[in-house]
């Protein structure tokens, strides 16, 4: 089945940079249909997702429970059937055995693979942040010793950045390395290690006198042990322990990328993780829609399926709506990712525009998984409590997207400081609202230009309370989902995504006037100009529909398919 993905390498040919020279922070629609308009490997992306469906239904679920009992010889025999599937090197240059391809084709392999439990966990954390560190930043002597073997999950990754008293605040370690005659020496202890106790090669952030560095560790290095797996609440199946460092022996060689420089590093490939995630997220998702209308139909009350009550219709149309979103958001995000020159410098220099978008999509996904599968345990009754249906451990695997790749409260300042970073350079990244065809969309861009006039009479935008940059990302995530979903219905063009686009857009307008108002009402020593600004948003001339029967026929939609 490896032929599926060796036919779609290298992904839609676009050409190169042509709306990158001017970086816009939110989604453009006539760019990308332009460049878009028409998808020559849907046939093979189809391919490729009905094998990794058919790997995880034969392969992954099988071996749920053996996995979350630790067996770590049953999670590296999965490492080693996905790199035969060439799934693991999907991101990787040919010249080290990978498939190159782009992060739209990642995407979907993350997003099928999220169906996989925890082990699509241990899969993104290893085709990820264990594994795009080196292919990035990586020399070629490191590239010839490390990829081969990560590709062919002969050697299965993981990254250590984490500790004790450095989470959200991650790149002040007190993991040290001190420079010898020989090279270093490495002490610290690294905390909640995905992969710790699987993998053969870990990427260790250290503090050296010139600053954080990135260090690559062996699992059989002397000083090298791991600690006892965590007890957790979800993703029981992927490994979880302290990865214990004591005077650990390192040489000059093991240095990734250049010494004081670790948080580049860092960075940039948490970036790529946050991206990975919400494609893992939104397969989960699916997965979790599907298995509420299942259940749905075959659970009957009051002498008839509890899927014909208009509750639960609505409850389904809500999770599609959720999905359609962090959806379209997130496919989008990758196509213009793909538009990048792929040239290791050139990439890693345009990586830091997407720092806001990449967070936006962590966001996204992770709290439209939260929400989809807690309305599909809902579905459920009782019955979703109990362990024996599937929605029970969906719902405690969900729980830690929000937390890990970046807590979303993080991941929320990020957006509100990388879009004001960008906006206080031009201005104009914030295109007029007049140019928006979709009413919601032109209104919501009005809105928050309201925003950014407050914001400039506020000081220090870098300095701001955090009240405020929250409410500001809470804006520019909805801006950033309504935009990418009027593009996704726009290429599709079909019936249901017309009608969860305008769905979408109707309620998340409403969530914007809210936050816009909150924001403009709360700004100490207020103007007149403030309140008649408010006064002005509760005037808007919108027009809303009959969202009531559009979800109907959304939900109609999804019971027919058996899903979203």
């Given amino acids: 089945m490896k032929f599926a993905i060796i036919y779609i390498k290298g992904g839609i040919t676009v050409e190169k940079l042509s709306f990158h020279d001017k970086y816009s922070v939110f989604p453009n629609k006539q760019h990308f249909l332009q460049q878009h308009s028409a998808n020559p490997f849907a046939e093979e992306e189809e391919l490729l997702a009905s094998m990794i469906d058919k790997f995880v239904e034969e392969q992954v679920t099988p071996n749920l429970d053996k996995l979350e009992a630790h067996d770590y010889d049953v999670a590296?025999?999965?490492?080693?059937?996905?790199?035969?599937?060439g799934l693991l090197g999907a991101e990787v240059p040919e010249a080290y055995g990978g498939l190159e391809m782009g992060k739209r084709t990642a995407g979907i392999i993350a997003e099928k693979l999220g169906y996989g439990g925890s082990f699509s966990v241990s899969f993104n954390i290893h085709t990820g942040v264990g594994t795009l560190p080196f292919v990035y930043f990586g020399t070629e002597k490191q590239k010839a010793r490390y990829l081969p073997k990560l590709v062919s999950g002969e050697w299965i990754g993981a990254y250590a950045l984490t500790e004790p008293d450095a989470g959200s605040d991650a790149l002040s370690p007190k993991t040290i390395a001190k420079k010898t005659e020989s090279g270093w020496v490495l002490n610290g202890e690294k905390q909640w290690i995905t992969n710790a106790h699987i993998a053969q090669v870990y990427v260790v952030f250290a503090n050296t006198i010139e600053g954080i560095t990135a260090f690559i560790v062996e699992r059989d290095q002397p000083g090298v042990s791991i600690g006892p797996e965590e007890k957790k609440l979800g993703i029981k199946g992927s490994s979880t322990a302290t990865l214990i460092l004591e005077d650990v022996p390192l040489v000059n060689d093991a240095i990734l990328g250049e010494v004081g420089k670790g948080h580049k590093i860092a960075l940039n490939i948490l970036n790529l993780?946050?991206?990975?995630?919400?494609?893992?997220?939104?397969?989960?998702?699916?997965?979790?829609?599907?298995?509420?209308?299942?259940?749905?139909?075959?659970?009957?009350?009051?002498?008839?399926?509890?899927?014909?009550f208009e509750m639960v219709q609505?409850?389904?149309?809500?999770?599609?709506?959720?999905?359609?979103?962090?959806?379209?958001?997130?496919?989008?995000?990758?196509?213009?990712?793909?538009?990048?020159?792929?040239?290791?410098?050139?990439?890693?220099?345009?990586?830091?525009?997407?720092?806001?978008?990449?967070?936006?999509?962590?966001?996204?996904?992770?709290?439209?998984?939260?929400?989809?599968?807690?309305?599909?345990?809902?579905?459920?009754?009782?019955?979703?409590?109990?362990?024996?249906?599937?929605?029970?451990?969906?719902?405690?695997?969900?729980?830690?997207?929000?937390?890990?790749?970046?807590?979303?409260?993080?991941?929320?300042?990020?957006?509100?400081?990388?879009?004001?970073?960008?906006?206080?350079k031009d201005s104009s990244v914030v295109p007029p609202a007049e140019n928006e065809e979709n009413m919601f969309i032109r209104y919501a861009n009005q809105l928050l230009r309201y925003v950014l006039n407050a914001l400039s009479e506020m000081g220090n935008l870098q300095q701001m309370n955090q009240f405020y940059l929250h409410r500001i990302a809470l804006i520019l995530e909805d801006i950033y989902l309504m935009k990418a979903a009027e593009i996704k219905a726009a290429s599709e063009k079909n019936s249901l995504a017309a009608q969860l686009t305008d769905v979408l857009c109707e309620e998340t307008f409403r969530r914007i006037e809210n936050h816009t108002t909150m924001f403009l009402a709360s700004i100490p020593a207020k103007?007149?100009?403030?309140?008649?600004?408010?006064?002005?948003?509760?005037?808007?001339?919108?027009?809303?529909?009959?969202?009531?029967?559009?979800?109907?026929?959304?939900a109609k939609e999804i019971i027919d398919h058996n899903g979203y």
């Fill in 273 to 308: 993780a946050r991206l990975k995630l919400a494609f893992a997220n939104i397969g989960t998702s699916k997965q979790a829609l599907r298995i509420a209308v299942e259940y749905g139909k075959e659970r009957k009350q009051f002498k008839q399926a509890i899927i014909h």
């Fill in 314 to 424: 609505e409850k389904l149309a809500n999770m599609a709506l959720e999905i359609y979103g962090a959806e379209s958001a997130a496919y989008y995000t990758a196509s213009m990712l793909d538009e990048l020159d792929q040239d290791t410098e050139e990439i890693l220099e345009r990586l830091s525009d997407y720092a806001m978008a990449c967070s936006i999509n962590k966001v996204k996904a992770s709290e439209a998984l939260d929400y989809v599968i807690d309305e599909a345990v809902q579905i459920h009754g009782g019955y979703g409590y109990m362990q024996e249906y599937e929605v029970e451990r969906i719902y405690r695997d969900a729980r830690i997207n929000r937390i890990f790749e970046g807590t979303n409260e993080i991941n929320r300042l990020t957006t509100a400081k990388a879009f004001l970073k960008q906006y206080t």
């Fill in 527 to 554: 103007s007149e100009q403030y309140e008649e600004q408010i006064s002005d948003i509760r005037s808007l001339p919108v027009t809303y529909s009959n969202v009531f029967a559009k979800k109907q026929a959304i």
């Fill in 76 to 85: 590296r025999e999965l490492f080693r059937a996905t790199g035969e599937l």
